[in-house]
């Protein structure tokens, strides 16, 4: 395959960074198409540990070409501040960055707005990172939204950021009971972050398909994950953007055609952050054992991530959201140690069993897990490189996922390093 996507099955932090990375080896652009930096995509390259929030993982290989594609939304400082650790602690290239003029761009008042809105709605809070990403894709979809095209033209650039300043400030205070935000301040970070930002922005869409064309080999790469997907996630507990295979069109300039296939990453169990159904969940001490161990703890805010069984039922759903070719499995080693381990391949609901997500995804809040077990295994599994350097219980364990996900597994994770990982199929080979 020459172009391939990766997206998460699941709920997000699936360890889309590491398999990204690893993937970029081969590849010669790596692409975000939707999202901002409420993504996280954790990678540990040489024992040194890096987060990317917007910048693709691809960054981290010398030579490759990082797209931020145009259905992205980006904060200008976020991106910024990871721009300058990139150069100082990996001596990034000025080129190694090209940004869609048509990215949306996410303002303070996005954030103040994402915010606010958060605390006063208590319980019902969805749990957002609070990067205002919710705000921004409002503004892109009722045509209020700037555009780094915008920038170009910054005089017309500023009439309009200052309309919206004193729209959301009236919003804010008026409905939220909040502190406006500091017009003055705002439009000289822009000011700053313009000049430094210009040099980055591109026709993303023409570059892609000029690469593809040319028998370049293109990663796009997914954040979040299925099931926080605006319209097949469990909404209103979602992002606000879709974050399934075919966003990769609409997010990039380029068609469906254009994608030989899709790799799906999975947990080898779940978890999400934020509120919301989670079918599976496991409460109590096993499930702190397991946050400890796999240091389940937001990437982007630090907050303690809910742990739970694999759920054959989502990964289904991802399945045939995304098309997928295969699976990535993720994290095997942290279920070291845990016998038995459950597996969920079916639920009850309103006294019947369903194989695939039951009518309605509120269904999805009263909708009973029905497990089944497999014997664990003791051993570290860490410095496994091929599936037959995993004790028997491990590979029962990865084949039954297989099974009930009905696609295969193309790569099995076994510790947060590059090298820590058994490639079955690599799907640029
Ligand atoms: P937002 O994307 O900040 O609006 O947050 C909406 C929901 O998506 C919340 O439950 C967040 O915790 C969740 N979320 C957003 N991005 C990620 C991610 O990259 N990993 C896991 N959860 C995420």
């Not at 009722?142 to 009236?170: H, Y």
């Not at 080898?268 to 161990?293: C, N, Q």
């Not at 099995?412 to 820590?420: I, L, N």
Request: proline share 4%.
């Amino acid at each position: 395959m020459k172009t391939v996507a990766v997206v998460g099955t699941q709920w997000g932090d699936e360890g889309k960074g590491k398999i990204v990375d690893l993937l970029a080896a081969d590849a010669d652009v790596i692409v975000r198409f939707q999202g901002g930096n409420n993504a996280a995509h954790t990678l540990v390259v040489d024992g040194e540990k890096f987060i990317l929030r917007l910048v693709p993982a691809g960054a981290l290989h010398r030579g490759k070409t990082c797209v931020i594609g145009n259905g992205t939304v980006v904060d200008p400082i976020a991106l910024l501040t990871e721009i300058d650790d990139l150069k100082k602690r990996r001596g990034v290239p000025e080129d190694f960055l090209k940004l869609s003029y048509e990215a949306h761009i996410v303002f303070p008042y996005h954030r103040a707005i994402d915010q606010m809105r958060e605390a006063r709605a208590g319980k019902r809070a969805i749990g957002t990172t609070g990067f205002g990403i919710g705000p921004a894709y409002e503004d892109k979809m009722s045509r209020a939204g700037l555009r780094f095209d915008d920038l170009v033209n910054f005089k017309s650039f500023t009439d309009k950021l200052k309309r919206n300043i004193s729209d959301k400030n009236a919003y804010l205070k008026a409905v939220l009971k909040g502190k406006p935000v500091n017009g003055a301040v705002i439009l000289e970070a822009m000011q700053r972050a313009r000049r430094r930002l210009m040099p980055y922005l591109c026709d993303t869409g023409e570059y892609l398909a000029e690469a593809i064309a040319s028998g370049k080999r293109v990663l796009f790469e997914g954040a979040h994950g299925t099931m926080l997907d605006i319209d097949h996630g469990t909404y209103p507990f979602v992002t606000s953007s879709n974050c399934v295979a075919s966003a990769a069109f609409a997010g990039t300039g380029l068609g469906p055609g254009k994608l030989d296939g899709v790799l799906g990453i999975s947990k080898a169990y779940t978890t999400r952050v934020g509120a919301g159904p989670f079918p599976t969940e496991i409460k109590g001490w096993l499930a702190d054992s397991l946050r400890e161990e796999g240091v389940e703890f937001g990437s982007a805010t630090g907050r303690p991530r809910r742990i739970g069984w694999f759920d054959a039922v989502l990964a289904r759903l991802a399945v045939r959201v995304n098309g997928m070719w295969a699976l990535a499995l993720t994290k095997l080693d942290v279920l070291t140690g845990i016998d038995p381990l459950k597996l969920c391949v079916a639920y009850q609901y309103k006294g019947k069993r369903y194989e695939t997500m039951p009518p309605g995804r509120h269904s999805m809040d009263t909708a009973k897990p029905i497990f089944e077990e497999m014997p664990g295994w003791m051993e570290k599994i860490g410095s496994a490189r091929s599936l037959g350097e995993l004790p028997a219980n491990a590979r029962r364990y990865i084949e039954r996922i297989g099974e009930l996900a009905g696609v295969s597994i193309a790569i099995v994770s076994v510790g947060a390093e590059r090298a820590a990982t058994i490639v079955l199929t690599n799907p640029f080979a």
